[in-house]
């Protein structure tokens, strides 16, 4: 069971009886005479810590290798090293601003064409597909919209046309989603949000199924070098133990929340596809966010996801703050949106907190004030 698997992830097996892993700080390793090593040479290359790490989480989202970056980011740069100028890739059309931001860069520094789709419509993306096509790109959960995406299709349609699919699994962490094992060809997380867990450590991690596309990444995450250091790697395998335990609980949170919110008057939409603990609100124009996160005692107003306390985001001026505001616009990412990353507090305090600075948010309009 994944719950077991979590639990006991990487027990130590040397001969001291350790539970919890030594962290390998050593960059160098020493060699008997020419030729010889213990596997280990220079800690770039690998390291013992990352290895266990890199080698839990290859079998946790069934896949051959694992490469524990630096950050998601630099996870999401070392899979855009398979491509060359001229070839296109197919994104879905509501991501992660960082995310787009890089592609941005890319297509006008190398060449490399991404094309943004509605994934909600596979004949959309069929009808995007050329010769020149050579992955897809996809959130299965759009940010900040939070539509889940069918992603079955689309293993069907890669296959046909010899593409890679690429899916950016960060909200939905392999406890409650393996790719891999549903016909996706590499998949990646920004482990600094659920799996740290934390708020404590900036990480990445891509996996994949196919052994010439782990020698070529590897390859890849040696020669760029934006891999993992060993205490991070650490608590990657900390955060681990406990990630079933805290999805499972913000998750829970998130749905409460998310039914209690349809019922208060200050809110226009609730986002939320009813998977995880990401949400997003769309509050009445006369309601001022500004306000709100100022009110808030419980609830952070900070940016990022995935750990053990709730924060909430302002799309608009923070995470995709890069998107040209007519883009953010045409996609629905308003100045009246908020972003949530429940978090595994008591649901109670975290309702009521929302309310009162809810109530606070609402500004005075001219006509009350006479
Ligand atoms: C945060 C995030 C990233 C980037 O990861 P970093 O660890 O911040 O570099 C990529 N994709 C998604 C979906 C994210 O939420």
Redesign the pocket.
Known sequence: MKETTLAQIALTQDDTGAIANPIYLSTAYQHEGLGLSTGFDYTRTKNPTRQVFEDAFARLEGGVASFATA????S?QLVCNLFKPGDEILVSFD??G??FRLFEFYEAQYGIRFHYIDFENPDAVKAAITPQTKALFI?PIS?PLMIEIELAPYYTLAAQHKLLTII?N??LTPYLSTPLLDGADIVLH????YIGGHNDV???VVTVKDEALAEKLGQFHNMIGATLSPIDSYLLLRGLKTLHLRVERSQENARRFASACENLTGIQDVLYCGRTGMLSLRLKPEYSIDQLLRQLKVLRFAE??GGTETFVTFPYTQTHIDMPDEEKDRRGIDQHLIRLSIGIEAYEDIEQDFIQALEKAKEVSTDDTF
């Not at 950050?71 to 630099?74: E, K, L, P, R």
Request: glycine share 14%; aromatic share 8%; proline share 0%.
């Open positions: 950050s998601g980011m630099a999401i991501l992660y960082g995310t959130e940010n950016d960060t909200f920004s482990a600094t949000k900036l990480a990445g990022s996801l």
